[in-house]
């Protein structure tokens, strides 16, 4: 894994992961395993409120992630959860249901969910 830089455009990596919770091997995998397990519900009631135009439900979902890529250190992917959240927020529609902003989010969002790959425990 690369070394993370956040701010500069590093990708998301184990080391940024070890860096906010610490070198148990046992709880990455498992802080690992949960974030991606949540992923595909997260991921489908964002893109379905922004569908829908649920302002509400979309900035609910977005402080979510917010929240969830935080605790990681997914820093990139929790300032654009922070976006969207502002956008549903303030009901601007036009940015939330912008394909660009959730690209750059789902983009974001891949990177880190292949760096838990690598250690979240296989079933």
């Known amino acids: 894994m690369t070394a993370v830089d956040e701010s500069g455009g590093?990708?998301?990596?184990?080391?940024?992961?070890?860096?906010?919770?610490?070198d148990d091997d046992e709880l990455l995998a498992q802080v690992a395993s949960t974030f991606l397990q949540v992923r595909t519900g997260l991921r489908a009631r964002l893109r379905d409120a922004a569908t829908v135009a649920d302002a509400a439900a979309l900035a609910?979902?977005?402080?979510?992630?917010?929240g969830m890529a935080g605790m990681?250190?997914?820093?990139?992917?929790?300032?654009?959860?922070?976006?969207l959240e502002l956008a549903g927020r303030g009901g601007n529609r036009a940015a939330y249901t912008d394909p660009a902003l959730l690209a750059e989010?789902?983009?974001e969002w891949e990177r880190v969910a292949r760096a838990l790959e690598a250690i979240a425990p296989r079933d």
């Not at 590093?10 to 610490?22: E, N, P, Q, S, W």
């Open 10 to 22: 590093g990708a998301y990596g184990v080391d940024r992961l070890r860096a906010t919770i610490g």
């Open 60 to 66: 609910r979902a977005a402080h979510e992630l917010k």
């Open 72 to 83: 990681i250190g997914a820093e990139r992917l929790s300032l654009a959860a922070k976006t």
């Open 105 to 107: 989010l789902d983009d």
